[in-house]
């Protein structure tokens, strides 16, 4: 029952999921999991009893009961036309930071707490030193889907240069 996200190696992952209900008894080693619908867990719900232990504490659960109905002085009576209609605007900051150019790229070094990161030199509209981001800071899809494939043109000629010269 090990999932392990990309990127990361089998060793440190999770080693157990859950909790989960136990359904019923299947077999004499073999018990059938309660799995949530929609919880992402792609595995097989009947499981061997190796690898079920079981859960001896459950954190803080509310012991206060929850109520059913509320009585019509307790609601919290509102107009929803009197609600600001939702919109977003861009920030002070998306005016601040332009990309201009992507000038190259690079994969940073891993540590032992995080994993390898490609970053990218940008050349930012205003500023003079291009500065190294990670892609979750640029928002610049059309200059960096054509900075990816003019790259990947270079380095096919750089093969097809290298074959002819063979």
């Not at 930012?124 to 990670?134: A, C, K, L, M, R």
């Amino acid at each position: 029952m090990e999932r392990v996200k990309p990127g990361l190696k089998k060793k440190l992952a999770h080693r157990w999921h859950g909790p989960f209900r136990v359904k019923r008894k299947i077999e004499e080693f073999a018990y059938e999991l309660e799995l949530p619908d929609k919880s992402g867990y792609r595995f097989y719900p009947v499981v061997h009893v190796s690898r079920l232990k079981k859960v001896t504490d459950l954190g803080q659960r509310p012991t206060v009961p929850l109520v059913d109905e509320l009585s019509e002085n307790q609601r919290f009576d509102f107009d929803e036309e009197l609600l600001p209609e939702d919109s977003w605007e861009l920030g002070e900051d998306a005016e601040k930071f332009k990309v201009e150019a992507i000038l190259g790229d690079e994969m940073s070094e891993s540590t032992s707490n995080s994993r390898d990161q490609r970053l990218f030199k940008v050349k930012w509209v205003g500023y003079d030193e291009p500065t190294w981001e990670p892609l979750a800071n640029l928002s610049c899809g059309g200059l960096l889907f054509d900075y990816l494939r003019n790259k990947k043109r270079e380095s096919r000629l750089q093969m097809v240069q290298v074959a002819d010269e063979d």
